[in-house]
């Protein structure tokens, strides 16, 4: 064993184990297995073109040699970005610990309790400091949330306003830059018309159904909003407001006032500026709306003991549910960021969030003090972090960069300056001596902050908020500690046993990709800092787009989105925007088959094309001649097909460059659907399939943890023809020639986590990727032969192979009175978290083992799964009361005093002998969703319970 060989350490398959593997799928080589699952004509007839593999030690010495490439400035450019401090205990509790980032999205709620509670801490102080009744688990950015806050009010208009085709929606000029632009982008193919200009001046009138409102604004003024809030409600205008969730500690909270949606940006509690992301941003509305609101929603149910439990809460709403009817695409969160944010909150309380937010505002009053004895003007007359002064931009810039300091430099008079959390006295002092030396003045000497209020009385919050206990519980380290780790105690995550989630690829997120998030010379750069600061991180994100159109084949890639279902809609705004430029405006069918993932009809949806099904077969395979009718009967409308490769159902289709050509023959783009990109790397790829654009979830086949739910990113790839119309951003240029307008807030979206991308090709290099790809096939097809002695496969290849992941059908067991969801709770009492359930049929398991696990764990995860084969068989329809519809088993149960079940404890709790030696006990009995959804709650209960208690 090489024991610098990176792939030899991801890889959990070693060549000693390939000839047992390979005996037991029936095949003499691995060669032979991968002829007779992927279709010859797609095979890649070269090797990639990548960089020679490096080892951990040469990779890391490698990346720090990169990172001193940043300047790490003090950035007090501000723009929604703001450097926090995140409190170690956080960082090394929760960031660095895999318990937390390799866990799954909570789908299984009674082994998730701990980071559902984390969300429900989450969502309370949202609902908190924003004044507002519910609010959901998170969304990907500020400027994302915003325009999910335009797109659900225009949903939520009144039937006399959808009768009257009311279309207007007002945008305050005092919004952030990369959100008008994200607005934009959003507006124009669902034929919302933007007004742009000043609150003060606005003509409220019934043509318009909602307005968005910046608060404090872009470049820090606190405006009352309360008179416009009033107006807007007379006309029946529903009003959104971008908040700074720091500055909602002093100021007035937007609920109070009125306004329908709040949506901002958590990065200011403990989050890295990260050169953009990921950032959990914040979404909050009226109860009113909770049936439409985007994104996932954490809410209090019981249990069958009736004990409280958490879930997620009205999944009937989502996109996996609505598909074409939804509203939003939106599949992920920023759960891994939401946690730590509201962490910060648990760890400071209400108090500390106070005081560090008094100290930010008077850090800004003293500078502002200091400033003024200069003579310089300072504009804003009421401000809460965010001063602008007239001065010559061209004077002050060359002595501040001299210094390090960035400020954001609003034209050649003009100068906004935000300060931060991290800011000392020294920096105050070192800021106000800049503008001293620039006007040849004695420098000062700060010794201490100035306690004044410069917020006008009529916006200074009254309220309490954050009472809850656990927010003034935690406050010391020890107690946080045992907090955190009394959470993740209640969650089953990477780090305990494989996660053979089918479509998730929960492969390793190893060591030596994670370790660099930590660093502050890769955490601390403002994503609107100067290109020449950032040298590092483009070295980094130029190579990593360029590996990725290695991969795929393509000529160009934006990693901008940042998400999967944000690199959906990129691609297909791309396509828009290229029939738009050849004049096919009427180009905006789209064409997509029935086993497609909820996303795809949802993107199709937002990007203004009309959804149009397309059938499949029995075998699960697209039906070829369905798919020619409706393409010949869309052919002068034809836009795009939405095809996943492999399919969903986990098989590599032979006549997929037949349908490709089908649709370039019919004038239409081909856009592939990522998601299974894990089974083609080195080995096929989109272009030699025939696609024009994919996106690829970075989070799933290139490594980066998917952090209970998110953070994810999804990079497009395109063809020739697509790469001028790659995303722009508004304040630092990126894109191509003819560039659609932003997708996400940041320029290179989440570009802190793509550093794990970057290792992941970076280590492996040409070889440990096809090798890796190779072993994912492998070990789903060792898997399929183990379990084909009690479970019949749904689909597979022409040769009887499975790609990288397969779905076994459980729906024969209704015989018996077992459901699919009963094998996926007794999963857990085997410790295993279940595959994919009912996805993309309903009453399947879907699962895929990846190339990180080793064979000892496949055989352990099989023999569990033909163990519950057997209690299947040992159940009754006519007698429930059996070990699988009471699973899962919590220790409670198995300790208490009385037990009245037909079956042993042993059964229950330890049915196999490896059980004994690792036991997860489940934190909760099978949840009740249905009263949960009946019985909405979905933040902390309030403080007058625990006192009735």
């Known amino acids: 064993m090489r024991t610098d060989l990176f792939a030899s350490r991801h890889i959990g398959i070693t060549e000693e184990d390939h000839q047992h593997m390979l005996q037991s799928i029936g095949v003499d080589s691995l060669e032979q297995l991968i002829y007779e699952t992927i279709p010859d004509d797609i095979r890649l007839k070269e090797d990639?073109?990548?960089?020679?593999?490096?080892?951990?030690?040469?990779?890391?010495?490698?990346?720090?040699?990169?990172?001193?490439?940043?300047?790490?400035?003090?950035?007090?450019?501000?723009?929604?970005?703001?450097?926090?401090?995140?409190?170690?205990?956080?960082?090394?509790?929760?960031?660095?610990?895999?318990?937390?980032?390799?866990?799954?999205?909570?789908?299984?709620?009674?082994?998730?309790?701990?980071?559902?509670?984390?969300?429900?801490?989450?969502?309370?102080?949202?609902?908190?400091?924003?004044?507002?009744?519910?609010?959901?688990?998170?969304?990907?950015?500020?400027?994302?949330?915003?325009?999910?806050?335009?797109?659900?009010?225009?949903?939520?208009?009144?039937?006399?306003?959808?009768?009257?085709?009311?279309?207007?929606?007002?945008?305050?000029?005092?919004?952030?830059?990369?959100?008008?632009?994200?607005?934009?982008?959003?507006s124009t193919p669902l034929g919302i018309e933007l007004v742009i200009g000043n609150h003060e001046e606005f003509s409220f009138s019934n043509e318009f159904f909602g307005a968005l409102l910046q608060y404090p604004g872009k470049y820090g003024q606190i405006n009352d909003y309360s008179t416009f809030v009033s107006?807007?409600?007379?006309?029946?205008?529903?009003?959104?407001?971008?908040?700074?969730?720091?500055?909602?500690?002093?100021?007035?909270?937007?609920?109070?006032?009125?306004?329908?949606?709040?949506?901002?940006?958590?990065?200011?509690?403990?989050?890295?500026?990260?050169?953009?992301?990921?950032?959990?941003?914040?979404?909050?509305?009226?109860?009113?709306?909770?049936?439409?609101?985007?994104?996932?929603?954490?809410?209090?149910?019981?249990?069958?003991?009736?004990?409280?439990?958490?879930?997620?809460?009205?999944?009937?709403?989502?996109?996996?549910?609505?598909?074409?009817?939804?509203?939003?695409?939106?599949?992920?969160?920023?759960?891994?960021?939401?946690?730590?944010?509201?962490?910060?909150?648990?760890?400071?309380?209400?108090?500390?969030?106070?005081?560090?937010?008094?100290?930010?505002?008077?850090?800004?009053?003293?500078?502002?003090?200091?400033?003024?004895?200069?003579?310089?003007?300072?504009?804003?007359?009421?401000?809460?972090?965010?001063?602008?002064?007239?001065?010559?931009?061209?004077?002050?810039?060359?002595?501040?960069?001299?210094?390090?300091?960035?400020?954001?430099?609003?034209?050649?008079?003009?100068?906004?300056?935000?300060?931060?959390?991290?800011?000392?006295?020294?920096?105050?002092?070192?800021?106000?001596?800049?503008?001293s030396e620039a006007l040849a003045k004695s420098p000062f000497r700060i010794t201490t902050l100035k306690d004044d209020i410069a917020i006008s009385p009529n916006s200074q919050r009254t309220s309490a908020f954050l009472e809850n206990p656990v927010f003034n519980s935690y406050h010391?380290?020890?107690?946080?500690?045992?907090?955190?780790?009394?959470?993740?105690?209640?969650?089953?995550?990477?780090?305990?046993?494989?996660?053979?989630?089918?479509?998730?690829?929960?492969?390793?997120?190893?060591?030596?990709?994670?370790?660099?998030?930590?660093?502050?010379?890769?955490?601390?750069?403002?994503?609107?800092?100067?290109?020449?600061?950032?040298?590092?991180?483009?070295?980094?994100?130029?190579?990593?787009?360029?590996?990725?159109?290695?991969?795929?084949?393509?000529?160009?890639?934006?990693?901008?989105?940042?998400?999967?279902?944000?690199?959906?809609?990129?691609?297909?705004?791309?396509?828009?925007?290229?029939?738009?430029?050849?004049?096919?405006?009427?180009?905006?069918?789209?064409?997509?088959?029935?086993?497609?993932?909820?996303?795809?009809?949802?993107?199709?949806?937002?990007?203004?094309?009309?959804?149009?099904?397309?059938?499949?077969?029995e075998r699960g395979n697209i039906d070829v001649a369905d798919l020619q009718e409706k393409v010949k009967l869309h052919s002068d409308n034809l836009s795009a097909l939405m095809v996943t490769y492999p399919s969903t159902h986990g098989v590599f289709e032979s006549s997929i460059k037949h349908i490709t050509q089908l649709i370039h023959d019919h004038g239409g783009q081909v856009y592939m659907d990522g998601a299974n990109m894990n089974a083609q790397v080195g080995l096929t790829n989109p272009a030699t399939i025939g696609a024009d654009v994919c996106h690829l979830n970075l989070h799933k086949t290139f490594a980066i943890p998917h952090g209970g739910g998110g953070p994810g990113v999804g990079p497009i790839c395109v063809a020739k023809q697509l790469v001028p119309f790659l995303p722009s951003n508004p304040v630092i240029s990126t894109g191509g020639s003819k560039a659609i307008t932003a997708i996400s807030g940041a320029p290179w979206g989440s570009s802190l986590v793509c550093l794990i991308s970057y290792s992941y090709i970076k280590m492996l290099g040409e070889k440990g990727l096809k090798q890796s790809t190779i072993t994912a096939i492998l070990n789903a097809n060792y898997i399929k032969n183990r379990l084909s002695s009690g479970f019949d496969v749904l689909y597979t290849g022409e040769k009887g192979r499975a790609a990288h992941e397969m779905i076994i059908d459980c729906r024969p067991f209704k015989q018996k009175g077992v459901e699919v969801t009963d094998i996926a709770k007794r999963l857990m009492d085997y410790g295993f978290h279940a595959p994919t359930v009912s996805f993309p049929v309903a009453g399947t398991l879907m699962i895929e083992p990846t190339e990180s696990e080793s064979l000892p764990e496949l055989d352990r995860f099989c023999d569990a799964m033909l163990s519950i084969r057997e209690e299947i068989e040992e159940t009754n329809k006519d007698y429930p009361d059996n070990v699988l519809k009471n699973a899962p088993h919590t220790l409670e149960m198995i300790t208490n005093d009385e037990w009245n079940f037909p079956y042993s404890r042993q059964k229950a709790a330890f049915p196999l002998e490896y059980v004994k030696e690792n036991k997860f006990w489940p934190a909760i009995r099978r949840v009740d969703d249905a009263y949960g959804d009946r019985n909405l709650i979905c933040s902390c209960i309030p403080i007058e319970a625990y006192a009735e208690a």
Not at 107 to 129: H, M, S
Not at 173 to 179: D, H, R
Not at 314 to 336: F, G
Not at 377 to 402: C, G, M, R
């Open 48 to 186: 990639l073109q990548l960089a020679p593999e490096m080892s951990e030690h040469a990779f890391l010495n490698h990346l720090e040699l990169l990172s001193k490439k940043n300047k790490v400035y003090k950035s007090y450019i501000g723009l929604g970005y703001h450097e926090s401090l995140t409190p170690s205990v956080i960082k090394r509790n929760i960031l660095e610990n895999p318990g937390w980032y390799t866990a799954y999205t909570p789908y299984q709620a009674e082994i998730a309790q701990g980071r559902l509670e984390a969300l429900l801490n989450f969502q309370t102080v949202v609902c908190d400091l924003t004044a507002m009744e519910i609010a959901n688990a998170s969304l990907l950015d500020e400027s994302t949330a915003a325009a999910e806050a335009m797109t659900m009010l225009f949903d939520v208009r009144s039937r006399a306003q959808k009768k009257a085709e009311t279309i207007k929606f007002f945008v305050s000029n005092e919004v952030l830059p990369q959100t008008l632009s994200l607005l934009q982008t959003r």
């Open 231 to 435: 107006k807007a409600k007379e006309q029946e205008i529903k009003v959104a407001v971008a908040a700074d969730i720091l500055s909602l500690t002093m100021l007035t909270p937007p609920g109070e006032f009125g306004v329908d949606v709040v949506v901002g940006t958590t990065q200011r509690f403990g989050i890295p500026l990260g050169y953009g992301g990921p950032h959990a941003a914040f979404f909050a509305t009226k109860e009113t709306y909770k049936r439409s609101i985007p994104g996932r929603i954490i809410g209090i149910t019981k249990d069958t003991d009736g004990k409280p439990a958490l879930r997620m809460a009205l999944q009937t709403r989502e996109q996996h549910i609505k598909r074409d009817k939804a509203t939003s695409n939106i599949c992920t969160a920023q759960v891994l960021l939401a946690v730590m944010a509201g962490m910060y909150a648990v760890y400071h309380g209400p108090e500390g969030l106070k005081y560090i937010a008094k100290k930010v505002h008077s850090s800004a009053v003293t500078l502002t003090s200091k400033l003024e004895s200069l003579g310089v003007n300072q504009i804003n007359t009421s401000y809460f972090d965010t001063i602008v002064v007239s001065a010559s931009s061209a004077l002050i810039k060359p002595i501040a960069e001299k210094k390090e300091i960035n400020f954001y430099y609003i034209d050649e008079n003009t100068i906004s300056i935000s300060l931060n959390e991290s800011v000392t006295l020294a920096d105050v002092e070192a800021i106000a001596n800049i503008f």
């Open 476 to 617: 010391s380290e020890t107690e946080l500690m045992r907090y955190i780790k009394r959470l993740e105690r209640k969650d089953l995550a990477l780090n305990h046993s494989m996660i053979s989630l089918g479509s998730c690829t929960m492969k390793l997120n190893a060591a030596t990709q994670m370790l660099p998030l930590s660093s502050s010379q890769w955490g601390n750069i403002h994503p609107f800092a100067p290109i020449e600061q950032a040298q590092g991180y483009q070295t980094v994100l130029r190579e990593l787009e360029n590996d990725l159109s290695t991969i795929t084949g393509f000529s160009g890639t934006s990693l901008q989105p940042n998400s999967g279902a944000q690199g959906e809609y990129a691609g297909l705004m791309a396509i828009r925007a290229y029939h738009e430029s050849n004049n096919e405006h009427h180009r905006n069918i789209c064409i997509i088959p029935a086993s497609a993932h909820g996303t795809n009809p949802a993107s199709a949806v937002m990007a203004g094309m009309k959804v149009v099904v397309s059938k499949t077969d």
